[in-house]
């Protein structure tokens, strides 16, 4: 009788899909998934409008690698923000979304039987990536409550057969923004072991107060050395268009779009018209966004202190981690079918981040997402303030 493979048949449903449906069935608030419940800035949607009418050329297949003007968004906006010179023609793949950019780094430049060292918790799409390309994960914890990592293990996770290290800063779920000496440190390590570094950097411009977001690859001698994976999905809340990129020194960009083009082969064309307007923006629209986002965590953090839940106020992103052991006696999952069903707001539990040796890190942790509107998240505050009652 014809199955799956058994290079997908471990894998299962994401944890995403099952509170998502367990929020439908009891019309729960859904602070689980990253999604907004908003919409993108108008003019960015008036622009894949315009994009979309002028079928002859958008509404068909793009350039594998990408919209021309596209990268020369992505390439300026890099120079913009990080100076660092990327080449819009050899230097930018586009992809669809940052999974798949994540994706065909992946397969582009790291080979059966290497090691991937992957800083726990983890987005949850990296470890299947790294079993179809038939790597081996080496986890790094970073400890709660402060989500930091410990030198000493680190460097531990570092060898001969180590080919890479997915980095993740501004970092989800914990909402860590790496500082300079960290990143330094992890540098150095990659510079010593000669390893390649996938760096996700969806977040970028979700920083709050005085955290700086800090490219790994502006530090010195690591752009050669680094992808930087990112896209529009997070910074312009248009999820659903899936437009992501990574950028690079050339040679590395080479082995991702080998890999992406027997993947997706090219993204969404008028998405990519409208992606180079939008990251064309000025610098009024980022700020705006930080400050808009900034006050969407002040209401999360209310909303987790009113409920009994101790949380580090996030530097980035729009997640957070909270300690629920006050409130609750069992599990990050146990408490996350409870919360959903009993009291009407939906999360994730983040053991699914991690692996097995290191799960009971995060067993008394959820992940809440606040990008959702002001009344909504207003609403999450007066039920989960029941769990404290």
Known sequence: MPTMSNRVA???TTIFT???????????INLGQG??????????????????????????????????????????????FYNLPVDPNAGVVVTAGATEAVFSSVMGLIDRGDEVIL??????????????AGATPIYVPLHPPTWTLDPDELKAAFNSKTRAIILNTPQNPTGRVFTREELTFIADLCKEHDVTVISDEVYEHLIFDSAQHIPIASLPDMFERTVTVSSLGKTFSVTGWKIGWVYGAPELIKGVNQAHQFITFAAN????????????????????????????????????KGAGLKARTPEGTYFVMADFSDVFDGDDLEFARY???????ACIPPTFFYSTEHAHMASTQARFAFCKSDGMLQQAAERLATLAR
């Open 10 to 12: 471990p894998f299962g």
């Open 18 to 28: 099952e509170i998502n449906q367990l929020a439908l069935q009891h019309n729960a």
């Open 35 to 80: 999604r907004p419940d908003f919409d993108g800035p108008a003019d960015v949607i008036e622009a894949a409008m315009k994009a979309l009418q002028n079928g002859a050329v958008n509404n068909q297949y793009a350039p594998g690698l990408g919209a021309v003007p596209l990268r020369q968004a992505i390439a300026a906006h890099a120079q913009r």
């Open 119 to 132: 800083i726990e918790p983890y987005f949850d799409s990296y470890v299947p990536n790294l079993v179809m």
């Open 269 to 304: 064309h008028p998405g990519q018209i409208a992606a180079a307007y939008a990251l064309s923006l000025p610098g009024t629209y980022f700020e705006e966004f930080q400050t808009m986002y900034a006050a969407k965590r002040d209401l999360m953090m209310s909303a987790l």
């Open 339 to 345: 919360l959903t069903s009993e009291v009407g707001v």
